[in-house]
Every structure is written in C-alpha cells, then in structure tokens.
C-alpha cells in the first residue's frame, strides 16, 4: 500500500495520510487493517526510495519528510507496532481467531458488491434490448424476441442465507410473457427457475425452494439472474433486493439490494473508466479500469 500528495509523484495512490475518522487515505486505511483482527500490511513504495528516508530529519514538504505522504506515516506505525508487540497467549490468539470469524461472517453476509468486475446490469444477455432511468427512479427494460436482460455474476452469488428475493414494478406490465428467471449453472441455455410476471407488480421468489423439471436450483451459487419476454413489450422496475423478512420488506442496511443502472461502457473510444462508469484522466497501476468495453489491470 501507498500513498502520497500527486504533487510529488512518487507513489501510485494519489492520497494524503489524514486523520483516522476523518478526510485521508493512510489514516483510515490502518485504522481498517488494525480492527481487522490477524492482517498483515506493508509499504509498497520502490526500495530505493525507502532507502533515502530518514526519520530524524524534521516534518517538511517533500516526499521523504511529509507526514501526509507514506513513507514517515508509516516508518512511525511500523515502530509503534514493534514497541508494543505483546507475547504469545491463548487469549490473544483466541482474540485474532474471533476476529477472523467477524470477519468471515460479515462478508458473507453480502451476496454481491457493486459494481463488481461484471456484475452490472445488462440488457441484451440474450437479444438486443435496453435499460433506461426514469425521473422517478424506476427503470423501463425492454428486451428484443425472446430477449433477457439481468445480472452475470462472475463466480456465482451466494443467496441462501436468504429466504426471498423480491421484484417490485413501478406498475403492471402490459405483456403476460415476461418471467423472473434464476440460473445455477453458468450457462443461459441451461435449465433455470422460472416465476411468471403476469399482471403484478410484486414478484416473490423463495430462494429455499426452487425447482426446475423436478430439480432443486441451488441458492448458493446463481450465475444468471434477470427477466425474459417474448420482446418488444417494456417492464418498469423499482428494484431487486434479497430478504430474511417474513412480511418481503427489504432489510434496513439497503446493501441486500441489486443495482440496476442505464450506463454502457463505450466500446470503441480508447477511454478509461472505473468501474462506476466514470472517465478516469490519470488511471493508476494495479487498479482495474473498463477500455474498449472490457475489464483490464493497468
């Protein structure tokens, strides 16, 4: 990890150290690393530059001296670490193993970040077919003949610490052909769960039971998930979101809902773009941008 004022230069993290709670990089990032329980961290700054730090030298403006860059930031952690090391004990190391779990626990608690590496809406999984927002904050999907439009989870997306997924429309769609469908098998022309829309405007799945052709869809890993119809009919959506609630509301830290967004990465313009879909002007080593329509590591 590093970080430092652009002006100087010399780290690939363009950031100041700040202050821990407040507006900053370094300050935030090893308060984060220091609560996380058994993690290591390093300073990733060339070794010739490191080899230049001298920590007797008084606070100033360059990179070496600036307590805003990283390398006297993290010189003076480092050395808090090594003061107060402390040895061995069972109940340190059952404090590092119960903050590992916390850990464990907290990410899987979340089916899906976004925007992921590809998990971004996507209305022409299957047929030409488009996404766009409304001023209301709804989204009119349509889709071409026989068309799909949903999400791609790359790796798959645990649901089954969820007991419903729900679909709610800004109003009745006008076809009886659109249908809410759930793939466990990274292949769209595998054999998926099925819901029919019809004419509601709330759609309940039950992740714990179901079925295709007699055969049980695993919750824990869905690959495909999104709305097929016949084309040419559009759907209003409000939103998608996984719930434990027995009345289907969704769940008060919002971070169980699915993103649906209108934006496509331009395919053709040799521009770079975060995975927000924001032009980036400067893009960084070791970050991951869309160029041309694909996910890259610069």
Not at 101 to 120: G, L, T
Not at 211 to 218: E, F, P, Q, S, V
Not at 244 to 272: H, K, M, W
Request: glycine residues 8%; hydrophobic residues 30%.
């Amino acid at each position: 990890m590093d970080w430092a004022p652009k002006k100087y230069n010399s780290s690939w993290g363009k950031a100041t150290t700040g202050t821990e709670g407040g507006v900053g990089f370094g300050a935030n990032f090893r308060f984060i690393m220091d609560k996380t329980g058994n993690v290591s961290w390093m300073l990733f700054t060339d070794a010739d530059k490191l080899a230049k730090y001298n920590d007797t030298k008084p606070d100033g403006k360059t990179f070496y001296t600036d307590p805003e860059a990283c390398p006297r930031a993290c010189y003076r952690w480092f050395k808090q670490y090594a003061e107060n090391i402390t040895s061995y004990s069972v109940e340190r190391e059952q404090h590092i193993l119960d903050s590992i779990q916390h850990v464990k626990d907290s990410i899987a608690s979340i089916p899906w970040y976004y925007p992921n590496d590809e998990d971004y809406f996507n209305p022409e999984i299957w047929e030409k077919g488009s996404v766009t927002t409304n001023s209301d904050g709804t989204f009119t999907l349509t889709v071409g003949t026989y068309g799909f439009g949903g999400f791609k989870f790359s790796g798959g997306r645990d649901f089954s610490k969820f007991k419903y997924l729900v679909l709610n429309l800004a109003e009745a769609p006008a076809s009886n052909g659109w249908s809410l469908r759930l793939f466990d098998a990274n292949n769209y022309w595998g054999t998926p769960y099925q819901k029919s829309v019809n004419k509601k405007t709330t759609v309940i799945v039950n992740l714990q039971n179901m079925t295709a052709n007699g055969k049980k869809i695993d919750a824990s890993h869905i690959y495909i998930l999104g709305l097929w119809d016949n084309g040419g009919s559009p759907i209003k959506i409000k939103n998608f979101y996984v719930t434990n609630n027995a009345d289907y509301s969704p769940e008060t830290t919002g971070i169980n809902e699915l993103q649906i967004t209108d934006f496509q990465f331009p395919v053709n313009d040799n521009r770079f773009y975060n995975l927000n879909g924001q032009r980036v002007l400067e893009p960084q080593k070791g970050q991951i941008y869309i160029l041309n329509g694909k996910k890259i590591i610069k």
